[in-house]
């Protein structure tokens, strides 16, 4: 192997850039009818896990191998939904979808695994709403 060819795989090798976590976008969108939060990142999720918990009711959403970037709390305020916190561990994100009650909840992924939506709409999250 010539120099160049080994040098080119050497510095390949070393690039942080090229063995760096994929970078998780956490993206909260609110319409009269429904909220969405959109997770992305560059590459397909992988072992995603979710579990509904109660005292708060919450759902968390944990990835692993993904280094996060973005606000760590948004509040929702949108009847049974409260807000959304992303906490960063070690190795893993953990997104929590803290709710007053378990609403009714929708996944949509892409097709290249990229990107998932988590829908919640108007009349599910508004069963507890008082005001």
Not at 30 to 44: A, F, G, I
Not at 67 to 81: C, F, H, P, T, Y
Request: proline share 5%; net charge positive.
């Amino acid at each position: 192997m010539s120099r160049l060819k080994s040098g080119l795989l050497l510095s390949i090798a070393l690039c942080p850039i090229a063995w760096a976590d994929p970078k998780l976008g956490v993206d909260v969108h609110k319409s009269s009818d429904r909220v969405e939060l959109r997770l992305t990142q560059d590459r397909p999720f992988e072992n995603v896990s979710q579990k509904w918990r109660e005292n708060p009711h919450r759902l968390e959403i944990t990835i692993p191998k993904v280094e996060w970037q973005g606000k760590a709390v948004s509040n929702i305020d949108r009847g049974v939904l409260q807000k959304v916190e992303v906490k960063p561990g070690t190795g893993l994100v953990t997104v929590s979808i803290y709710a007053l009650q378990n609403p009714k909840m929708t996944w949509v992924g892409s097709a290249d695994k990229k990107s998932w939506t988590l829908r919640i709409f108007a009349d599910e999250m508004a069963s507890n709403n008082d005001a």
